[in-house]
């Protein structure tokens, strides 16, 4: 039986868990091309992650909002590496846990904590929003694990609404290690040597068009995108929505998994060989 993406030729943009996407990608028969378009900054190194989790020790939240379950998960093993695991333990299990879903409210249980809610009926960022505002947040200091995407418009909203809102980035971004494999990665692209480009984070559609952008290349990645020759293919809508707000419309799972997002692209791949 043949491969059900025998033929396609994706790009990836990842870091973090590139090599499972590689590898899943070339096992349904694609040929890829990976040119990371950021590096996620390691967590023992993060010092802006370690004083604001020094800070939240010092003034404990009322609310903590879990958004994934490997970001919280790696926040808890990186404060043990700072000796600040016990503390954080505390103080987490003293205020109301939030779950974005069941990757996080795994985590949470794992680390031998109980959740207040989880957002299961959608996994997203609105319904935990939806939440909280009708709980009530004004006065209320609420943590916030941040997942990549900056939730500019979930942040906003509960400032709006009176909430004390401190944001703990777990994943922090800096510019590509590997400038010419994203170089390839931008000439494939404008020349339509690739059928799609996946994404699996925010930063890195934002870190595709900066360098786009820095060699001039802007409006020619963007024109491929927007035309559908390249297919922009994301993880779910918080990955898409950068790429929604520069006119590229492209396809995503409902469900918001790397299985998922391959999925979705072997989905589109049959409609597209039965059309």
Same mark, same amino acid.
């Given at each position: 039986? @043949? %491969?059900?993406? @025998? ?5 990836? @943009?990842?870091?973090?868990? &590139? ?9 349904? !028969?694609?040929?890829?091309?990976? !040119?990371? @378009? ?19 020790? +010092?003034?404990?939240? +009322?609310?903590?909002? %879990? ?11 990186? +404060? ?10 505390? $103080?987490?299990?003293? %205020? ?5 879903? #069941?990757?996080?409210? /795994? &985590?949470? *249980? ?39 995407? #900056? ?5 906003? =909203? ?9 944001? $703990? ?7 590509? #290690? ?12 404008? +020349? ?9 984070? =925010? ?37 898409? =929505? #950068?790429?929604? *707000?520069?006119?590229?419309? /492209?396809?995503?799972?409902? *469900? ?20």
């Amino acid at each position: 039986m @043949t %491969a059900p993406l @025998t033929g396609w030729r994706v790009g990836v @943009t990842a870091d973090r868990r &590139a090599d499972d996407q590689v590898e899943l990608l070339r096992r349904k !028969g694609a040929q890829v091309v990976h !040119g990371p @378009t950021m590096r996620i900054v390691p967590l023992e190194d993060d010092a802006q992650l370690a004083e604001i989790t020094r800070g939240l020790l +010092a003034d404990p939240p +009322a609310v903590v909002v %879990a958004t994934t379950g490997q970001g919280f998960r790696g926040w808890l093993e990186v +404060a043990a590496s700072w000796g600040l695991s016990s503390r954080l333990h505390e $103080v987490l299990a003293s %205020a109301t846990l939030l779950a974005r879903g #069941p990757k996080a409210r /795994g &985590a949470i *249980r794992g680390a031998g904590l109980r959740e207040a809610w989880s957002a299961d009926e959608t996994e997203s960022s609105p319904e935990v929003l939806e939440h909280l505002l009708a709980e009530g947040v004004d006065g209320v200091r609420v943590a916030v694990q941040l997942h990549g995407d #900056p939730m500019t418009e979930f942040l906003g =909203a509960l400032r709006e609404a009176g909430a004390d809102v401190v944001t $703990v980035p777990v994943y922090r971004w800096e510019p590509p #290690p590997d400038l010419p494999a994203v170089d390839a990665l931008i000439d494939a692209i404008v +020349a339509r040597e690739v059928d799609t480009v996946t994404f699996t984070s =925010a930063p890195s559609v934002e870190g595709l068009v900066h360098r786009a952008s820095t060699r001039g290349l802007r409006e020619e990645v963007l024109a491929a995108l927007r035309s559908g020759e390249v297919l922009a293919c994301c993880v779910g809508p918080v990955t898409a =929505a #950068p790429l929604e *707000r520069l006119g590229v419309v /492209g396809i995503a799972p409902e *469900r918001f998994r790397l299985g998922a997002m391959v999925k979705r692209l072997e989905e589109h791949a049959r409609s597209r060989a039965g059309a």
